[in-house]
C-alpha cells in the first residue's frame, strides 16, 4: 500500500523543534496544563491523587478502556450517547485510522469536504477508494454548499468525511446544515464520519453528529480544547454495535488498548470539564480579539471564515508560494505558522489562537516580514 505524504506532520513537527522557533503561532492546541494547573482548576486533590499514584498497576489496560473515562466522555459531551458507545484511541489521528482503515473498502466511494485533515482523504485513496472531494471556497467564507453535497453522493457511497469545527478555517456548520447532512446521508445509507476535535468552544451547547444520526462516527481527542495533548487520549464515538466490533477489532491491530494513566488523569479533567472550557474559552477569545484586529487592520491579509475552532486561516496578497512564505518567515523572524499548502490552500498561512506566547511581538513580526515582501515587488498582481 502506498500512501501520501502527511504534509502537515511532516513539515510542521520538524519546524516545531527547530532552533529557529522562537514565537510559536503555528499549534492547535489550547496552551497547555501543568498537572498542577489540573488540580488547582478542578479542585481535586493533588496529594489524594499522588496517593493513588503510587499504588497504580502499570500492566495493561483494560482492553475496552478505562470504564470513569469512557462514562465522563458520554455523559459530560454528548446528549445522546452510553458509555458503551465509546472507544478510546491512541490519540485523535489513532481515532481517526481506526475509522478510515475499519469501515472503507476499494469498491466504495468517499465524499471528502475540504479543507480537512488529510486522514480523511489520503487513508481512503491508499485503499483504492475513489475520494470525491468537495471545496469549502473562500468567496463563501468557507460555507457548505449543501447542493454540491447532494449531487457528489451515490448509492455506492460509503462515508462523507470532514472535520466541524473546520480544519485549518474554524467555520462552524449550523445545526439546520448538520440536520441536511444527516438527511442527505441517510438517502443513501452512508456513514457520516466528522472529526470534531475543535467542538466546545462555543459558550452553548455544540450540537454533534454523534446526537443527530443513527450512522454517525465522531472522533475526537484530549489535545486540542483541553489543553493535554501529552495524554494521547482519543476517541471514536459508534451507535452501531456490529461497526463498533470492527472498530475494536481494528484499533487492536494497532495499539491494544490505551495507557492506564493517560485515560485515568484525563477522567479527572473530563469530570469537571465546564472548568476546562471555561479557560479555554477565555484563552481563544483573547488571541482572536488580537488577531482579528490585526488582520483587519492589514491590507494584505484577508480572513473568510469566523473561527470557532482554536486556529483560523489568513490570506495574504504576496506573489510568495505558501511553503516558501513559511519557511522564510521562520528563518528570517523566527515565527512559526503553519503554510496552506497544508490543506491545499495557496497563498495562506494557519495561525494559532490559542498556544500565543509573545503574541503581539509574533505579529509585528510578521508585519515586518510582509513589508518587506512587499519592497521586493512581491505584491500580487491584480
Known amino acids: 500500500m502506498k500512501i501520501d505524504d502527511f504534509t502537515l506532520e511532516n513539515w510542521l513537527n520538524p519546524a516545531c523543534d527547530s532552533e529557529k522557533n522562537k514565537i510559536y503561532l503555528g499549534g492547535s492546541c489550547v496552551l497547555p496544563m501543568t498537572v498542577e494547573e489540573l488540580f488547582q482548576l478542578t479542585g481535586e486533590s493533588m496529594e489524594d491523587f499522588f496517593q493513588e499514584l503510587r499504588h497504580m498497576d502499570l500492566g495493561y489496560g483494560r482492553f475496552d478502556g478505562t470504564p470513569r473515562t469512557r462514562r465522563a466522555i458520554a455523559e459530560k459531551l454528548y446528549r445522546k450517547v452510553e458509555p458503551e458507545e465509546v472507544i478510546l484511541c491512541h490519540g485523535g489521528t489513532g481515532a481517526n485510522s481506526t475509522v478510515c482503515y475499519a469501515l472503507i473498502e476499494s469498491r466504495d466511494n468517499v465524499i471528502s469536504i475540504m479543507p480537512n485533515y488529510q486522514q480523511f482523504f489520503s487513508i481512503p485513496k491508499s485503499i483504492g477508494a475513489e475520494v470525491r472531494k468537495i471545496d469549502l471556497k473562500p468567496e463563501a467564507g468557507y460555507r457548505l454548499d449543501i447542493e454540491e453535497v447532494r449531487r457528489a453522493v451515490d448509492q455506492n457511497t460509503k462515508a462523507i468525511l470532514f472535520t466541524n469545527p473546520n480544519n485549518p478555517t474554524g467555520s462552524l456548520l449550523t445545526l439546520e446544515e448538520m440536520q441536511e447532512i444527516v ?170 489562537l490559542s498556544h500565543a506566547h509573545d503574541l503581539a511581538k509574533g505579529l509585528r513580526l510578521i508585519d515586518e516580514y510582509i513589508e518587506e515582501l512587499m519592497s521586493q515587488g512581491k505584491a500580487m498582481k491584480n
Open 183 to 352: 438527511e442527505i446521508a441517510r438517502s443513501v445509507d452512508a456513514w457520516v464520519i466528522c472529526d470534531e476535535m475543535y467542538r466546545g468552544l462555543k459558550e452553548e451547547y455544540m450540537p454533534s453528529f454523534a446526537d443527530l444520526y443513527e450512522k454517525a462516527i465522531v472522533t475526537a481527542s484530549s489535545s486540542k480544547i483541553y489543553s493535554m495533548a501529552g495524554t494521547r487520549v482519543g476517541w471514536i464515538i459508534c451507535h452501531d454495535p456490529d461497526t463498533r466490533f470492527k472498530l475494536f477489532n481494528w484499533r487492536s491491530y494497532d495499539s491494544i488498548c490505551g495507557g492506564v494513566f493517560d485515560e485515568w488523569i484525563f477522567a479527572i479533567a473530563l469530570e469537571h470539564v465546564d472548568k476546562i472550557f471555561q479557560r479555554s474559552r477565555r484563552i481563544v477569545s483573547a488571541n482572536k480579539a488580537v488577531i482579528d484586529k490585526w488582520i483587519a487592520d492589514n491590507p494584505y491579509l484577508h480572513q473568510y471564515a469566523d473561527s470557532y475552532a482554536t486556529t483560523c486561516l489568513v490570506h495574504y496578497d504576496l506573489e510568495v508560494p505558501a511553503e516558501e512564505f513559511c519557511d522564510g518567515l521562520l528563518d528570517q523572524k523566527g515565527v512559526l505558522v503553519c503554510h496552506g499548502d497544508c490543506f491545499n490552500i495557496p497563498h495562506s498561512f494557519r495561525i494559532t
